[in-house]
Each structure stands twice: as structure tokens, then as C-alpha cells.
T-cell receptor, first 114, second 116 residues
Framework: AQTVTQSQPEMSVQEAETVTLSCTYDTSESDYYLFWYKQPPSRQMILVIRQEAYKQQNATENRFSVNFQKAAKSFSLKISDSQLGDAAMYFCAYRSSRTYKYIFGTGTRLKVLA | GAVVSQHPSRVICKSGTSVKIECRSLDFQATTMFWYRQFPKKSLMLMATSNEGSKATYEQGVEKDKFLINHASLTLSTLTVTSAHPEDSSFYIC????????????FGPGTRLTVT
């Protein structure tokens, strides 16, 4: 069975600084997707970034980028130039290409300090 | 595009009654919908997967007779919590996916259920 681990329950970052959120996963599948979702206080899940496992190039979306290490089964999220609006819970998620189910990590609460 | 709505956003019901939560894909046809439950400060736990026109597949430990799921059309799935008890109080989130969008899930805004 696949598992997703987020070892940082909470992280803090100064506004305009850079922070990296960690995520590791375990799977025996070779084809899968990985996601980072943001959940602000409104509880709406917002897609931050996605990565297809077959792509070696790390995904980037503006200030958000990932460090995808397939062999190490690691998928960290880097947020550059942190903004107050980035404060939220961040969930790492794994999606099986076989079942299409998402498996979520336990989440990391990010605080942005002014 | 890819907007998913849920109704109601909040509901309070008395113990022993049933409550229905609707999940709609507004601008695409969802062949598959997922229902999650989220406890305070916890992650999302998948309850069941429903495909249009067929019975839902429930995750281990989820009572199918208590959490009735119907996916009657390509844009609507419903979750009915039957004979609700206070321990059913939680935040319920649905998501919708379709083959045309590589089964990526689009999430609704969630429904907070409080059973008194």
C-alpha cells in the first residue's frame, strides 16, 4: 500500500523569505502523480503544483517549485518570496495511476511572519 | 473551469435524523466522484469512490449503510448520513474527476456537519 509522510507538523517563515516543506512517499508503482495542495482557513483545497512521476524535470509554478527525487521517493515544496497569503495547511498527495485514488499526508501548517 | 460546488456549506441536525449533502461539477462531467472526511487539524480521509451509474466503492472501515452515496448523473453525487450521531460531526469534502482531465480531482468547498 502507498503511504505519504509529512514529517513537519508546523513550519514558520519570515515574509519574503524561502521555505521548504518536506514530503516522502512509498510505492511500488512506477507511474503516478504527486501534488501539493493548500488548504487555507476557508477549508477549500487549492492545487498548488503537480508532478508526473515520469517527468524528470521539476515542476514550477511562479513562486512554487518542487524538488522531485524519484529514487529517494521525496517530493519537497519550495515557496520563494513568502507572502502572508501563503499561510495555510499544505498537504502532499500521491495519486495512483491505477486506482486514481489520492493518498494525503498529514499536512504541514505554514505560518508566515510579518 | 473545473468548478465543484457542495451544498449545504453548513448543516446542523439532530441525533437520529438523516442529512443529505450534494456535490456538483458545474462545468464538466465527472465520471468519478470521491467523498472525504476531515477531522479538525487532520488530513483528508477517503470514504468512498463513486462512478456514475454504479454503486460506490467504500474504503475499509466506512459503513456503507450509514453513509449512502448516489452518483445518479455525470454532474451530481450525493452523500446521505443516515441516523446521524454526534460522532458523525465532521467536515465532509467531495471531489470530482474525469477521464478527459486525466482523473485529476477538483475539490468542492466542503460541508460542515454538526450533529446535536
Amino acid at each position: 500500500a502507498q503511504t505519504v509522510t509529512q514529517s513537519q507538523p508546523e513550519m514558520s517563515v519570515q515574509e519574503a523569505e524561502t521555505v521548504t516543506l518536506s514530503c516522502t512517499y512509498d510505492t511500488s508503482e512506477s507511474d503516478y502523480y504527486l501534488f501539493w495542495y493548500k488548504q487555507p482557513p476557508s477549508r477549500q483545497m487549492i492545487l498548488v503544483i503537480r508532478q508526473e512521476a515520469y517527468k524528470q524535470q521539476n515542476a514550477t509554478e511562479n513562486r512554487f517549485s518542487v524538488n522531485f527525487q524519484k529514487a529517494a521517493k521525496s517530493f519537497s515544496l519550495k515557496i520563494s518570496d513568502s507572502q502572508l497569503g501563503d499561510a495555510a495547511m499544505y498537504f502532499c498527495a500521491y495519486r495512483s495511476s491505477r486506482t486514481y485514488k489520492y493518498i494525503f499526508g498529514t499536512g504541514t501548517r505554514l505560518k508566515v511572519l510579518a | 473551469g473545473a468548478v465543484v460546488s457542495q451544498h449545504p456549506s453548513r448543516v446542523i441536525c439532530k441525533s437520529g435524523t438523516s442529512v443529505k449533502i450534494e456535490c456538483r461539477s458545474l462545468d464538466f462531467q465527472a465520471t468519478t466522484m470521491f467523498w472525504y472526511r476531515q477531522f479538525p487539524k487532520k488530513s483528508l480521509m477517503l470514504m468512498a469512490t463513486s462512478n456514475e451509474g454504479s454503486k460506490a466503492t467504500y474504503e475499509q472501515g466506512v459503513e456503507k449503510d450509514k453513509f449512502l452515496i448516489n452518483h445518479a448523473s455525470l454532474t451530481l453525487s450525493t452523500l446521505t448520513v443516515t441516523s446521524a450521531h454526534p460522532e458523525d460531526s465532521s467536515f465532509y469534502i467531495c471531489s470530482a474527476a474525469t477521464r478527459d482531465r486525466t482523473y485529476e480531482q477538483y475539490f468542492g468547498p466542503g460541508t460542515r456537519l454538526t450533529v446535536t
